[in-house]
């Protein structure tokens, strides 16, 4: 069984167009995180939830709009889309905002053409 | 703020040869400190974690990493590299009560024959 999951693994879309990327987890997680790796590998934080409240928004912009239905998910939603939203978004969860270590979904390639 | 340097960008070793990637973190509190490792198209996997106790820290997979205060490094170390660990490798650093983790921009890992 997959801990942390997220669907679809690649997303291939045009410019303008409004996507969402799906994630849960099985861990029984309070906290829920996404990031970002661009093209030169570089990870950093988007956001960050616990028991489905939002604890960091890390300057992204405001077409990016994650969802929290319950504690076990966290989607991620963006509007017009732009070429360099193209990159790679991870999904990740940890047992608390006190336990550092994250557990990581395998990932959804965004390609904006 | 927090900040991870990872000096290497590509590192290439021969297969059965030791390893050691390095990393150097910035932070103010005691850091909780992680390798992860991304295999290629694939999510990040855990290698190990420090928090407390003993400096010297066991992972997954053979490898082994050191904190050491005093430089304020926390390097993986593998004695001997199979061709099974080529990979991008992650230092990352969080803290108590941390919202989120820094991560450094990666260590390309090529094994030679």
């Known amino acids: 069984d997959t801990a942390v999951s997220q669907t679809p693994k690649y997303l291939v879309t045009q410019m303008g167009n409004d996507k969402s990327i799906k994630c849960e987890q099985n861990?029984?997680?309070?906290?829920m995180y996404w990031y970002k790796q661009d093209s030169k590998k570089f990870l950093k934080i988007m956001f960050s939830?616990?028991?489905?409240?939002?604890?960091i928004n890390e300057t992204v912009p405001n077409r990016f709009s994650p969802k929290s239905p319950d504690k076990a998910h966290l989607n991620l939603h963006i509007n017009s889309l732009e070429l360099g939203d193209s990159a790679v978004y991870f999904c990740a969860s940890s047992q608390d905002l006190s336990r550092a270590e994250a557990f990581f979904g395998q990932g959804t390639r965004l390609t904006v053409v | 703020a927090q900040s991870v340097t990872q000096p290497d960008i590509h590192i290439t070793v021969s297969e059965g040869a030791s390893l050691e990637l390095r990393c150097n973190y910035s932070?103010?509190?005691?850091?909780?400190l992680f390798w992860y490792v991304q295999s290629p198209g694939q999510g990040l996997q855990l290698l190990l974690k420090?928090?407390?106790?003993?400096?010297l820290v066991q992972g997954i997979k053979g490898f082994e990493a050191e904190f050491k205060r005093s430089q304020s490094s926390f390097n993986l170390r593998k004695p001997s590299v199979h061709w099974s660990d080529a990979a991008e490798y992650f230092c990352?650093?969080?803290?108590?009560?941390?919202?989120?983790?820094?991560f450094g921009t990666g260590t390309r890992l090529l094994v030679s024959p």
């Open positions: 939830y616990n028991n489905k409240e939002l604890i």
């Open positions: 420090y928090f407390s106790g003993d400096t």
């Open positions: 861990l029984g997680h309070d906290t």
């Open positions: 990352a650093v969080g803290a108590m009560g941390f919202q989120k983790l820094v």
């Open positions: 932070y103010g509190a005691t850091p909780y």
